[in-house]
């Protein structure tokens, strides 16, 4: 035996650095020295020093080929299949977060859902559920993750008639730590033809907090985003301070202008064609716009109705529910950039240990808070997202594509 272990280690170096022609003679070799059989003695050489698993009777074993006083038990998972349904219940019902995301979202929404009787756990699941690493959130549900990734074009058009005139500071300096400071962005939902009639998405975000909301607009015109900026400003948590807008048309006129000196808003633009000048709306464009409606056409008033519901809804579930992460600090070192991240809370969160945040909007906040069920709220999302998508002149593929996603939440979720 130690002969042939001998031979096999010293075959197996050459056999690995071989090409495929000279793996064959050395294989035929082999065998004729130590009697194994041709498939065994191809295994032996092609991983001789290499780690492998076995899982006998649900204990898995890890040894080394070649190696047998070196072979060791591993202690069962932890976290095994039986989580997996549950863990995916909750990522659907999350919206599809990353596990750094996904990890605070179950510890602050499982309780919320036992409250309202939604989920019924075992103790042992939900302790499992509750100390659940992001890093095992994301090997145990890799096989679930399904995205759809398309694309669709900017419909920003600059507007260069009062584009001298802003940036101006009148009345405070823009400070990002103090919430009321936010970006605003529209989103054409023109189904990848561009035109100026179809319907748009206001989307505005506080950059302190993360609280994000968004308004259906019937156009991009001057009137219907004043509207909107109106509208939010009577339902943000805190006083809106400023806004930051990029060059276009409909932010960039005397109308917007106007709107902010007679509220005393501070009124600041991002440089042309530099998107990261307004990172944080940008990344909500997607995350929430176009994960929740897509890139289907719109542009009817029963889908402008819908919309507004589904708006409605979908406010309560991102501020409330959903984490978001900051970044925190960003080092360089030649061409490599280390970033680092806070914890992920939700808006609602950050505004309640924010020091700026009077404790007359804490108490009102947490009393609203009580009254809400994520589960609820997500059955109605998908319920006004299905409702939309069936309204006519909805582009067919993004349809299809749609439905598969929704359906897959229905399934989960009911």
Known sequence: MSERRAVTRQMAHQYQAARKKQRGELLAQCVRLTGYSRPYAAFVLRNWGRKRVLTFRGIRTIYVVGEHRHRYSVRPRYYDKTLLPHLTKLWTLSGGLCGKRLAPFIRTTVPVLERFEEVCLPHSTREKLLTISPATIDRMLVHVHRQALLKGRSTTKPGTLLKHQIPIRTFSEWNEQLPGFVEIDLVAHDGGIPGSDVIHTLDMTDVASGWTETRALKTKARRWVLQALADISTQLPFALQGID????????NAELLQYCLDHKITFTRSRP?????????????????RKTVGYARFDTDAQLFVLTKLYRILRLFTNFFQPVMKLKTKTRVGSKATKTYDYPQTPYHRLLVHPKTSPQIKTRLRRFYRTLNPADLKRTIVQLQEKLLALPHAEPPTLRQGRVVRNHFKKILT
């Not at 807008?245 to 960039?252: A, H, L, Q, W, Y």
């Not at 530099?274 to 464009?285: A, P």
């Open 273 to 289: 064609y530099r998107k990261n000048d307004s990172c944080f709306v940008e990344q909500k464009n997607y995350s929430i716009v």
């Open 245 to 252: 807008s990029d060059n276009g048309g409909e932010f960039i």
